[in-house]
């Protein structure tokens, strides 16, 4: 009974999980799905703002940000119970935002990197801002588990959305920093 529970605690991750596998299969017969994409400061491009986290370029991309997601967004929900929900559709919607005001010109910027280092960064200063102890082990612990991440808010690859990491990982920080002070 107490691993249902378990479940039911992770279910928005879960749900996004299962979308982006369920987005990434019918990829894999309609190509054009990663159209959908943010495409920076193009209009047609504000709509990846949603649909990118559900969007992923091959099997090792949407493998890599599963485990990401999985893991860091189980820890979030630990730390933030029900109000996780909304944390993860503002960071979406944040992180997407940035990217596609930063985002390199000619290019489309897909994959949920954005909401995966925007979770991370708001884990890692929520133990900073909120000062329980509860919150200062967890930021202790992901950023010894992830910090090495925080790299790839460089622009080192041009194959990959360094502005998503960047605008994610910010993201988390500022929404963080207002919940705590509201």
């Not at 529970?5 to 987005?23: A, D, E, F, Q």
């Not at 193009?42 to 493998?63: R, W, Y």
């Not at 119970?81 to 390199?104: A, H, P």
């Not at 909120?130 to 612990?141: C, E, H, N, T």
Request: aromatic share 14%; proline share 2%.
């Amino acid at each position: 009974m107490k691993g249902i529970g378990i479940l039911k605690n992770i279910r928005p991750v879960l749900y996004i999980l299962s979308v982006m596998w369920i987005v990434f299969i019918l990829s894999l017969f309609f190509s054009g799905l990663k159209n959908y994409g943010i495409i920076p400061r193009d209009i047609s491009g504000l709509k990846g703002i949603l649909f990118s986290p559900f969007l992923h370029e091959g099997f090792s991309h949407i493998a890599a940000n599963t485990v990401g997601l999985a893991v860091l967004g189980s820890l979030l929900i630990y730390l933030e119970g029900k109000r996780s929900s909304l944390i993860l559709v503002v960071l979406v919607f944040l992180s997407g935002s940035g990217t596609w005001l930063i985002g390199r010109s000619g290019s489309i910027h897909i994959g949920a990197s954005g909401l995966i280092y925007g979770i991370l960064g708001y884990l890692i200063v929520a133990g900073i801002f909120r000062k329980d102890i509860k919150s200062v082990i967890l930021s202790v612990v992901v950023f010894f588990l992830y910090g090495g991440m925080i790299f790839g808010v460089l622009p080192v690859d041009s194959f990959v959305s360094w502005e998503g990491h960047l605008c994610g990982f910010l993201s988390g920080i500022i929404l963080a920093w207002f919940l705590t002070k509201k």
